[in-house]
Nanobody, 123 residues
């Protein structure tokens, strides 16, 4: 069992930056693949970025590639999402998620979810 808690959301102007954190409690965090997802009003939840258990492999959605960076610190049981050059279309609730298997982009294949943190980007 893993409990996840996101933080770091907020309101920024276009072009700004935010860093989201996802703190995990429970056992064996370092064995989980982690993902960041987002959900905008009226839209389905979508994959943003993923990182394997060691941090050696990362995956990104095309819409954020080159602007966002996912990383993890297994000693701190935390995964991060650095978001730069933010755009109004990045406005959404951002969620972190965990699964005991390779990174995938399918929402339903993640077993554990945080409560989400709101990111609002104004033009």
């Amino acid at each position: 069992q893993v409990q996840l808690a996101e933080s770091g959301g907020g309101s920024v102007q276009a072009g700004g930056s935010l860093r989201l954190s996802c703190a995990a409690s429970g056992r064996a965090f370092s064995t989980y693949a982690m993902g960041w997802f987002r959900q905008a009003p009226g839209k389905e939840r979508e994959f943003v970025a993923g990182i394997n258990w060691s941090g050696g492999s990362t995956y990104y959605a095309d819409s954020i590639k080159g602007r966002f960076t996912i990383s993890r610190d297994n000693a701190k049981n935390t995964v991060y999402l650095q978001m730069n050059s933010l755009k109004p279309e990045d406005t959404a609730v951002y969620y972190c998620a965990a699964r005991r298997a390779p990174v995938v982009t399918t929402t339903s294949l993640y077993n554990y979810w945080g409560q989400g943190t709101q990111v609002t980007v104004s033009s």
